[in-house]
């Protein structure tokens, strides 16, 4: 079983920053690809940003590029996601996932077997 606990969600200024955290417990954490999600009120989960096991693949939606950035630190079993310039349109409920050990990094939820609990981002205009 695979703990996900996500962290550093807030309110934001619009072009504000913000960092978040995911926290894992698997043993096998770096192996395992890692992606992020997030669901705005009413609406359906989106992809956001991945990184395959070795942190040298890295994939982002089209409105997360030049502005997010996603990275883990095998050490410490935890991903990150860096949120720059931020939008009225990002907030939303941002979710950590992790894949298979040793899959491969997909942009699909369905390919995701465990996810934290989420951390709110509200950005104010």
């Known amino acids: 079983q695979v703990q996900l606990v996500e962290t550093g969600g807030g309110l934001v200024q619009a072009g504000g920053s913000l960092r978040l955290s995911c926290a894992a417990s698997?043993?096998?954490?770096?192996?395992?690809?890692m992606a992020w999600f997030r669901q705005a009120r009413g609406k359906e989960r989106d992809f956001v940003a991945a990184i395959s096991w070795g942190g040298s693949g890295t994939y982002y939606t089209d409105s997360a590029k030049g502005r997010f950035t996603i990275s883990r630190d095998n050490a410490q079993n935890t991903v990150y996601l860096q949120l720059n310039s931020l939008k009225p349109g990002d907030t939303a409920v941002y979710y950590c996932a992790a894949g298979r050990p040793h899959g491969g990094t997909s942009l699909s939820a369905s390919d995701y077997n465990y996810w934290g609990q989420g951390t709110q981002v509200t950005v104010s205009s």
């Open positions: 698997a043993r096998s954490f770096s192996s395992t690809p």
